[in-house]
């Protein structure tokens, strides 16, 4: 693979930015990679760790001379890393940022940003419930889709950037911000209010003990709390930030959900037959596109569960 960038530059030291930083070396895409987080204990586990050629103590230190400069914080935190580092920027840079929310990334780094840097924002479509530096494996992105924002930025920055990520084993789309945000209202953040929901149920039903659900738990509700063990501050942001698309699926989702609870009541066993038949098709579908694949661990210690 050949190198794409002289120096990649990632603010922000989590299980994405320090995945990246493997997968980086893994394909010898950067000449360098500066890192920067904002606790000094992170960067001191980043240090440990050889995560990044330096570790700087400010952002604006870790994007000097840097042509590809990713943030990897919540998306929440992102206008004000933005602020921080636009005067540091090199001209000609390009700027991107691996937020879970597009429009409000947008929203948030447009007034930030200098006019003599290419702005595309993206979102790798890969995660485990883990986070922090030490989290982070290179096979993260591999076979997993990773979507490109342009959203007006020079077509060879863009093509550029598809190519780092396909260096990280991911496939590249493109997708504008809204229909983005309404695509993993869909397919990610619903569902994943549904498991936060689901395992806060169990939690409250003090006629079934904590002792049974945890004995007792079949995949189903396995997953779920594997998905609600995800890192609160990323998902408080994610729903503060797509609320339309979130809100819109919801009610979708209620009104689906008090149609089976009506076929259960009245014993209409056909409906829910052709519904359940209807959603395996589904799953039979994401397997055949190859994306039902679980992130593997790979025996890196979990620094902390978010
Ligand atoms: P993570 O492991 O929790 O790491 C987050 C990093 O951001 C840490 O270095 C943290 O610094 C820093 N940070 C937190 N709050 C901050 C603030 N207010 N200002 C500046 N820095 C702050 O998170 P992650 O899973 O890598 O997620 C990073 C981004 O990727 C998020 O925008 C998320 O939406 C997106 N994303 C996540 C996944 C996933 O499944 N995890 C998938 C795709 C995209 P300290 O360590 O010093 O606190």
Redesign the pocket.
């Known amino acids: 693979m050949a190198q794409e960038y002289d120096r990649v530059a990632l603010?922000?030291?989590?299980?994405?930015?320090?995945?990246m930083v493997w997968g980086i070396r893994r394909a010898g895409l950067a000449g360098e990679v500066t890192g920067h987080?904002?606790?000094?204990?992170?960067?001191a586990?980043a240090r440990e760790i050889g995560l990044c050629d330096r570790v700087c103590d400010s952002?604006a230190e870790a994007v000097q001379g840097a042509d590809l400069v990713v943030?990897?914080?919540?998306?929440?935190?992102?206008g004000?890393?933005m602020a921080e580092i636009g005067p540091a920027l090199q001209p000609g840079a390009t700027v991107s940022?691996?937020?879970?929310?597009k429009r409000a990334?947008i929203e948030a780094a447009a007034p930030h940003l200098p006019d003599n840097v290419h702005f595309v924002p993206a979102?790798?479509?890969?995660?485990?419930?883990?986070?922090?530096?030490r989290?982070?494996f290179a096979e993260l992105f591999d076979n997993r889709w990773c979507i490109l924002v342009p959203d007006g930025a020079a077509p060879e920055a863009t093509a550029r950037l598809h190519r780092f990520w396909q260096g990280l084993g991911s496939n590249t789309d493109e997708m504008d911000a809204d229909h983005h945000d309404l695509v993993l209202a869909v397919t990610?953040h619903t569902p994943h209010l549904i498991a936060y929901t689901m395992v806060g149920v169990a939690d409250d039903l003090r006629r079934v003990t904590d002792s049974e659900v945890i004995k007792y738990s079949a995949a189903g509700f396995r997953d779920f709390t594997r998905i609600a063990a995800?890192?609160p501050?990323?998902?408080r942001?994610?729903f503060l930030t797509n609320k339309d698309a979130t809100l819109e699926i919801l009610g979708r989702f209620t009104e689906e959900l008090f149609a089976l609870q009506r076929a259960i009541r009245q014993g209409d066993g056909e409906m829910l037959h052709d519904y359940f038949t209807r959603t395996r098709a589904i799953r039979r579908g994401i397997i055949e596109a190859g994306q039902d694949t679980e992130a593997p661990d790979f025996g890196r210690a979990p620094l902390r569960k978010?």
Not at 37 to 43: G, L, M, N, Y
Not at 71 to 77: K, R, T
Not at 97 to 101: H, I, R, T, Y
Not at 123 to 133: K, N, R, V
Request: proline letters at 7%.
């Open positions: 603010i922000g030291l989590g299980l994405i930015a320090s995945s987080a904002r606790s000094p204990e992170t960067r586990i952002a943030l990897c914080v919540p998306v929440g935190a992102m004000a890393v940022d691996v937020g879970s929310v990334v979102h790798p479509l890969a995660g485990t419930e883990q986070s922090g530096p989290s982070g990610s995800s890192d501050t990323m998902w942001d994610v978010g």
